[in-house]
């Protein structure tokens, strides 16, 4: 039974804000058991800085409400768990298959695994009344067993970017591997397809459809699209630092993506003929960044879900939203609107050690961003008294690839200067 | 190559050994005249006379006790305990005596005692026990617990000329029940681990018994295809260390099976060294299906509720495996 | 063969306990009786300069001795050939040093020197030298008798002309390994003598709480002879266990061997045994053994004082080669446990007893060499005789 019709969706406790650790429900909106669509709001928070409202990250149906009102909770606590599929006739949101029961609506309200499972009461079965038996432990959501610690860092493989296909979407041992055997495979990949959530793998011999799908786009993007790429090397020093910083005082990302998504964003609003399509004839330029994020689905290649407003979004909730997506994304929890509209793409395939790339522009858009790998080099630097000195800096080589028909190489280069400037000047 | 059943590969062992080392003895209730409980011995007085197959009188610690003093000089042995339950009445004798002489005077004690062990026929609580963690927790007493014929065969043979103590432990379910190829004369199989079935997904550690039980729950059929290795542990004093954590480090799962009592059973000591000395290849925790701490009760459906079922072995391996 | 001492279980008087019904043993020598003398004088000798060390703080642990009691342990172990094998217990240093234990080895085993015989891996006289035919003894009383029993069996078995000894107290009679080996020895008519040294206390638990009937009663019971015999005359204790080898050797299975004498010291250096009748105490002072063979001694000429201090000299430099020796290497302390090879069986010990050296096959061997085994170390086929 594929693991992702059943498996919920976590409703957490945003951080709104650099400084704010803990929230606490005001209100509920909704009940155990409610019909909810995506940013369907479902509760109020009181933070020390705003009250505000928490809307749903998916359509479905509400199947636990875990804090109530009047508690405190940490930034990341799970509030409310969200099931796919039409709700339970019964109060039947009990853990575990209820033995005998063919509803399908009643399957999407169990929770698999996570939660210790309760056995069928069949007296046969008196084994386990006679026998403790202990129960599988709950996963924690960012929880990594010893085994996948220790490939990921022996590897090189950032466990955040990987598929988990262990109970409740956890990264297992076979999934770090085979992140790892992935490595030199691919060139990024972009899609725009619509979500299949019920794609099945092929037998081997034959590419999956998905992959025959991602690639039946890339071939036509490349032959619409006059696609050109243009580099620049970034002094990264202060965005370095600028995550050393996160990391000890907030849920901030390990990776400088997001402080590029939103270096990124600033330069749009500079050059927006960067952020515009062009479906044929038809060229559209756009006040809002709806910024796609190219997430790797493992063996099923690439998905694109798009971040809505994201030149709104600081880098904390720019943060937050690229790990809620490709979370989501990895559990096959998208809603189909999720990867639609995009705007403008970035991609950062660079934990796995390459410089620099061509990435292929994810059609209609007309441009997009490739971080890669930062990585340590002597670089020549002028000091205060004007003279150049050779000093080890983390650098990385931004790359865009654009379409001629619709820009041209000064303006990439000037995008690509703005970007540059924003984060060699980085700070925080 | 012969097939024999698992008490016919034991006879063989005792047999050959009496017949090629003069030193060699078997000692028990009821094994010369009525060839033993079992009939492990039977046809053996015959052969071989009463001097060297000898019926002793009801008194455990009295045949542990002779049998270290006859073995410090010059003899070898081989005691069986009618049940392995009754290995507590000699107890002392062979915790005290025979596992602590070497280590205080360098005096080697050469004894081998058999212990029928197990359950799973009604035996009761004074006839199915499995007490090796008992001895393996005695410093200076060797523990072994075949499951097959062949490696009955072999162990026994190699226990009868080692030059300690060593309880062997053989499962009295096993006697008929199981058949195997057994190789024709002499062998001695080594004190280490044997992997009855390879895999890749999760491991299944289990000795005696249960390692039938344990491969019998994890056919592909009935663990969702996947790949489980059972492990058959063999020898518990000396233990495979090296086995054990190159099995973990392939399947980063491990289920540990144990017919007996599951506090301070043969399986905790494995899980406690799978966790000190492989924790970086855990992919899910250890876990462990035992009989709980209950005497063997008599009546069928209460015994069949406490030992470790085929059911219970498959249910916490697919548990695991979905971790 | 002595006479039993039937009467009601208790105390035994020591009256009650016949002197004259075993004259001086017509089997000794001038020379054995002098040599059974120095024995138990070492034996004192050794144990009283330990007692000091352990007062000094040089002894870990307990201080268990044999006070008093000499005769038995030095009587009986003169008995046995250099291929008999004998189990001997905590009050029977004597025995040791009969079989050749070296006393150096001996002072620095109480010291937990590396050098002791045990190399500190057991402490007092929980040791038996392999190599000297002595299986070290364990705590549990009296496992040591099913050892012994097993080793007459294999005597039995192998057809050999050999006998096999323990000792054991008045207190672990009640024990069930004490029924246990008298019954399989008497079923199985073994070549053992099983010596009980009767020294009226287990700890603070006199005999009439120990037990309802005696002993040496009960020995009838299992199928054999049970002999009483007086603890404190050395010579008597040898005569008895050699006519109970003798017995065994010709084939008429086991005997119990009571040999009746008082624990003159506490159960252990910690114990004052105040629970002792002090007048029990004095009349058992007048019966010590070594007095009594000291006065042979000199009815015929030997110089008692020079041999007391030629004793006295060789335990002042066994103390000081014992004091000299290192404490064992911590490194050790795991090692050991398991035998690795061909397993060495127990060893031929000393046996000064001129009856032993009339017989070419029992030559006396230098106490300090490791005995050449006599016993089977290879496999041998069925065909093959030992």
């Excluded at chain 2, 000329?161 to 006697?175: A, I, M, Q, S, T």
């Excluded at chain 3, 009226?200 to 005999?207: H, V």
Aim: proline fraction near 7%; aromatic fraction near 4%.
């Amino acid at each position: 039974m594929p693991a992702e019709t059943s498996s919920p969706t976590d409703v957490t406790m945003p951080q709104l804000g650099v400084s704010v650790v803990e929230g606490t429900v005001v209100s509920w909106s909704v009940a155990v058991g409610d019909v909810v669509e995506a940013d369907q709001p479902l509760c109020e928070i009181d933070t020390d800085k705003i009250v505000t409202d928490i809307p749903s990250p998916a359509a479905g149906v509400v199947a636990e409400i875990l804090v109530p009102v009047g508690s405190t909770v940490e930034v990341g606590a799970v509030l409310a768990r969200i099931g796919l599929g039409a709700p339970a006739g019964q109060a039947g949101l009990r853990a575990g298959p209820v033995a005998g029961e063919d509803d399908s609506a009643g399957g999407a309200a169990d929770i698999v695994s996570p939660a210790p499972p309760a056995r069928s009461a069949s007296a046969a079965d008196a084994s386990d009344s006679a026998a403790v038996s202990p129960s599988m432990p709950v996963v924690q959501a960012a929880y990594h067993s010893p085994v996948v610690q220790r490939l990921a860092a022996e590897l090189g493989v950032d466990v955040a970017h990987v598929v988990g296909t262990g109970a409740g979407g956890r990264v297992r041992k076979q999934d770090v591997l085979a992140a790892a055997a992935r490595v030199d495979d691919e060139r990024p990949l972009h899609i725009e397809s619509p979500y299949r959530p019920d794609d099945e793998s092929e037998p081997t011999g034959q590419l999956s459809r998905i992959r025959r799908a991602i690639g039946a786009h890339m071939k036509r993007s490349l032959d619409t699209a006059a696609t050109c790429t243009t580099w620049m090397e970034a002094d990264m020093s202060r965005v370095e630092q600028a995550r050393r910083d996160a990391k000890a005082s907030s849920l901030l990302g390990v990776t400088a993506l997001p402080i590029v998504a939103r270096a990124a964003m600033d330069a749009l609003g500079e050059h927006p003929a960067l952020n515009a399509t062009l479906e044929g004839e038809r060229y559209t330029r756009h006040d809002a960044v709806h910024l796609g994020v190219a997430v790797s689905l493992g063996e099923d290649g690439l998905i694109v879900p798009v971040i809505r407003d994201a030149h709104a979004m600081s880098v904390e909730q720019l943060g937050l939203a690229i790990r809620d997506l490709a979370r989501r994304a990895r559990a096959r929890q998208l809603a189909p609107d999720e990867v639609r509209g995009g705007t403008f793409t970035i991609t950062n395939p660079g934990q796995f050690g390459s410089l620099m790339a061509t990435p292929v522009i994810n059609q209609p858009q007309v441009a997009i961003l490739d971080l890669e790998a930062i990585v340590k080099r002597p670089i020549v630097v002028t000091d205060d008294a004007g003279n150049d000195v050779i000093e080890i800096r983390p650098q990385t080589i931004l790359g865009l690839s654009w379409d001629h028909r619709a820009l041209d190489g000064a303006q990439a280069a000037q995008f690509l200067g703005a970007v540059r400037r924003r984060l060699e000047r980085w700070d925080g | 190559m012969p097939t024999m059943t698992y008490l016919e590969a034991i006879s063989d062992a005792l047999r050959q050994e009496l017949r090629a080392d003069e030193r060699v003895l078997v000692m028990g209730e009821d094994v010369g005249a009525f060839g033993g409980a079992f009939k492990v011995t039977d046809g053996f007085v015959e052969e071989f006379g009463e001097g060297r197959v000898m019926d002793t009188p009801l008194a455990e610690a009295a045949i542990v006790g002779t049998a270290v003093g006859a073995a410090v000089v010059g003899m070898r042995p081989v005691c069986e305990m009618q049940f392995a339950d009754f290995v507590a009445c000699g107890f002392d004798q062979l915790v005290n005596v025979a596992g602590k002489t070497h280590y205080r005077s360098g005096l080697a004690v050469p004894i081998v005692v058999r212990l029928p062990s197990g359950g799973g026929f009604s035996g009761g609580p004074f006839h199915s026990q499995n007490p090796e963690a008992w001895f393996m927790h005695a410093p200076g007493i060797k523990v072994l617990a075949p499951s097959t014929p062949e490696d009955a065969k072999g162990l026994l043979t190699a226990a009868i000329r080692d030059p300690n103590p060593v309880v062997f432990l053989e499962h009295k379910h096993l006697y008929r029940r199981i058949k195997g190829e057994v190789p024709v004369g002499t062998y001695e199989t080594p004190m280490t681990a044997r992997l009855a079935r390879e895999g890749e997904d999760l491991t299944v550690i289990a000795y005696g018994a249960m390692v039938h039980a344990a491969l019998e729950a994890t056919t592909p059929e009935q663990v969702d295809g996947a790949s489980v290795e059972v492990l058959d542990l063999r020898s518990l004093v000396p233990l495979d260390t090296e086995a054990i954590l190159a099995t973990v480090a392939k399947t980063s799962k491990i289920v540990i099976v144990d017919e007996a009592n599951e506090t301070c059973a043969a399986g905790a000591q494995v899980a406690a060294l799978i966790a000190e000395h492989a924790f970086e290849q855990l992919d899910g925790p250890i876990r462990r299906v035992a009989t709980p701490d209950v005497p063997i009760p008599f009546s069928p459906p209460l015994e069949q509720a406490v030992l470790p079922s085929v059911e219970r072995i498959r249910d916490a391996c697919r548990d695991l495996l979905a971790y | 063969m002595a006479t039993q001492t039937a009467g009601p279980a208790g105390a035994r008087d020591p009256a009650a306990v016949s002197e004259t019904s075993l004259g001086p043993s017509a089997h000794l020598t001038a020379a054995d009786r002098v040599e059974l003398l120095r024995a138990m004088l070492l034996m004192r000798a050794i144990e009283a300069r330990a007692l000091t060390l352990y007062r000094q703080g040089r002894v870990p642990g307990s201080f268990y001795d044999g006070f008093g009691q000499e005769a038995v342990s030095v009587g009986a172990a003169f008995a046995m050939s250099p291929q008999d094998r004998l189990c001997i217990l905590h009050r029977d240093l004597g025995a040791h040093l009969v079989r050749g234990v070296a006393p150096p080895r001996i002072l620095a085993q109480y010291m937990g020197r590396a050098s002791g015989v045990t190399g500190g891996r057991d402490g007092n006289v929980h040791f038996g030298d392999p190599a000297l035919g002595c299986v070290p003894m364990v705590s549990m009383l009296p496992d040591m008798m099913c050892v012994a029993a097993g080793m007459a069996m294999a005597f039995k078995l192998r057809g050999e002309p050999r006998v096999a000894l323990t000792f054991f107290g008045d207190g672990s009679t009640s024990r069930g390994d004490f029924h246990e080996a008298m019954n399989w020895a008497g079923v199985q008519r073994l070549p053992v003598v099983f010596v009980l040294e009767n020294n009226q206390y287990a700890y603070s638990t006199p005999l009439s709480k120990q037990f309802a009937v005696d002993p040496v009663e009960r020995a009838r019971m299992y199928g054999f002879p049970g002999v009483t015999v007086d603890g404190n005359d050395v010579e008597a204790v040898f005569e008895t266990v050699r006519a109970a080898r003798s017995r065994a050797l010709a084939g008429e299975g086991p005997t119990l061997v009571e040999a009746v004498t008082m624990r003159m010291h506490g159960h252990a250096a910690h114990d004052d045994m105040r629970y002792v009748p002090p007048e029990l105490l004095a009349e058992w002072a007048e019966r010590d053994p070594i007095e009594r063979q000291e006065r042979r001694a000199a009815s015929l000429g030997v110089d008692v004082e020079a041999l007391r201090a030629e004793v006295e000299a060789e335990v002042d430099a066994a103390a000081a080669e014992a004091l000299a020796g290192q404490m064992p290497d911590p490194a050790n302390a795991a090692h050991g446990v398991f035998a690795v090879g061909a397993p060495q069986p127990l060893g031929d010990g000393r046996a000064p007893w001129s009856g032993f050296a009339a017989e070419p096959a029992t030559a006396v061997r230098d106490p300090l060499s490791a005995g050449a085994g006599t016993d089977g170390g290879e496999q041998r086929p069925a065909e093959a005789t030992v």
